[in-house]
C-alpha cells in the first residue's frame, strides 16, 4: 500500500458546496491555499457533498482548484466518501453500483489529482463489508486510487474489512460532544490495528467553535442537517460546553476553535488513543489561518477541560432516527 503523507489536522472542504449557498470560487480557492501554506496534506472530500441540483459540485470544485494550482496537486492526500445517491441520500453498495460510484468520482476528478483514500460513506447493515472491500480494492491494484477508508463504522467492522484488505484510515465524528468512540472501544480498535482515525466535525458543526452567536442562530442555520443535537432546546443546554471552550480560550489567549483542536490533538496517540487527526471545516481564509495555527494544551489546562467534557451530559443524538440506521454498523 501507497504510504500516505496525512498530516496531524486536515481539512474538511463539505462546507463549501453542501449548502444553498456554495461558496465563490475565489473564495474557496484562497481557503485551500492557506490550508497548504499552514502544512495541511489531507484534505476530505465526498461526492454527494451538495445539493441535488448542483451534483458532484464538491469534487468539481476541487478539480477547479487543481487546474488553477496543478502543482498543489502532489501536496495533498485527498480522501473521498461515496456510494451514497446524493438525491435521496441512500447508500449504495451492490458492486455495480460501487464501480458506478468510484468511476463518477475519477470522472468528476478529471485526473487534476489522485483519490489517496476512497471512502463508503456508510455502510449497509444487509451487505457484508467483506463484500464491498473487494471491489474498491479493484481500484488500488489497476492504480486508479491509492487506497481504501471507512467511514462511522463500528470496530467489528473496522476488523473485518482490514483483514481484507488494509484500511488507510477509518473517518468518525470525534469531539466534545461525540466521544462515543473512546467510550465503545472503536478507538483502541483502530490503535491495536495501527489505523488512523480522522476526527470529524470536531467543532460539532460550528457550535463550540463559536460560529453562531445564540443557540437559536445555531438551531436555525443547522436546521437544514435535522440533527437532534442542534435542536433548539438541546443546543441551549449544550451552548454550556462552547462557554467553558471561550473562557478556557480567553485565559490563554488563544481562540475557541484552536483551544478544540488542541484538545483532540493532545489525545491523539496518548492512553492507548490511535493517531487522531481531526478535519475542521471552514469556508474562509481567516478561518483557516486560525484553525491551522499549532495551539498546544498544557496538561494542567488538557486535565481542566477534560474534567468538563467527560462530566458534561450532552443533549440530544448526533443524529436523528433515519440517519441512525446506517451509523457504526
Ligand atoms: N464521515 C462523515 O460522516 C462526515 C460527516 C460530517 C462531516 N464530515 C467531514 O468533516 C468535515 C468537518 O465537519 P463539519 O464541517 O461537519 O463540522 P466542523 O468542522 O465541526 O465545523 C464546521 C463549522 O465550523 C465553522 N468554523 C470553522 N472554523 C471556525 C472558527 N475558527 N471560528 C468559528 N467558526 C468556525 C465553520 O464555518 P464556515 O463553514 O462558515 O467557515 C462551519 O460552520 C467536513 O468538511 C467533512 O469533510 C464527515
Request: glycine share 8%; charged share 25%; with cysteine.
Amino acid at each position: 500500500m501507497t504510504k500516505l503523507n496525512i498530516s496531524d489536522v486536515g481539512y474538511g472542504l463539505m462546507g463549501f458546496t453542501w449548502t444553498p449557498h456554495p461558496t465563490p470560487d475565489d473564495q474557496a480557492f484562497a481557503a485551500m491555499k492557506a490550508s497548504i501554506d499552514a502544512g495541511i496534506t489531507f484534505w476530505n472530500a465526498g461526492s454527494f457533498y451538495n445539493l441535488p441540483d448542483n451534483p458532484y459540485a464538491n469534487l468539481k470544485l476541487i478539480a477547479r482548484y487543481f487546474t488553477k494550482y496543478p502543482e498543489d496537486a502532489p501536496k495533498i492526500v485527498l480522501s473521498v466518501k461515496t456510494c451514497v445517491n446524493p438525491a435521496n441520500l441512500g447508500v449504495e453498495l451492490k458492486p455495480e453500483q460501487i464501480r458506478e460510484h468510484i468511476d463518477a468520482v475519477l470522472k468528476a476528478l478529471d485526473g487534476k489529482v489522485r483519490v489517496g483514500i476512497l471512502e463508503p460513506a456508510r455502510m449497509d447493515p444487509a451487505i457484508p463489508v467483506e463484500d464491498v472491500i473487494p471491489v474498491i480494492a479493484e481500484y488500488v491494484k489497476a492504480g486508479k486510487i491509492d487506497g481504501i477508508g471507512l467511514s462511522e463504522v463500528g470496530k467489528e467492522t473496522l476488523k473485518r474489512a482490514n483483514a481484507v484488505h488494509p484500511i488507510a484510515a477509518v473517518e468518525l465524528e470525534f469531539s466534545m460532544t461525540a466521544r462515543h468512540i473512546i467510550e465503545d472501544g472503536t478507538a483502541q480498535v483502530a490503535a491495536e490495528l495501527g489505523i488512523p482515525v480522522i476526527g470529524y466535525s470536531p467543532f460539532s458543526r460550528g457550535v463550540i467553535a463559536g460560529r453562531y452567536k445564540s443557540a437559536k442562530e445555531g438551531a436555525d442555520k443547522l436546521a437544514l442537517f435535522g440533527f437532534d443535537q442542534f435542536k433548539e432546546d438541546n443546543l441551549n443546554h449544550n451552548w454550556k460546553l462552547y462557554d467553558k471552550v471561550k473562557a478556557v480560550a480567553d485565559a490563554k489567549g488563544a481562540t475557541p476553535a484552536q483551544v478544540v483542536l488542541a484538545w483532540i490533538k493532545y489525545q491523539s496517540g496518548r492512553n492507548g488513543n490511535p493517531r487522531i487527526v481531526p478535519i475542521p471545516g471552514a469556508t474562509t481564509v481567516e478561518r483557516v489561518r486560525e484553525n491551522f495555527k499549532p495551539v498546544t494544551l498544557t496538561d494542567e489546562e488538557f486535565a481542566d477541560l477534560d474534567t468538563f467534557v467527560r462530566n458534561f451530559k450532552v443533549s440530544g443524538d448526533r443524529y436523528n432516527e433515519h440517519s441512525r440506521k446506517f451509523l457504526s454498523v
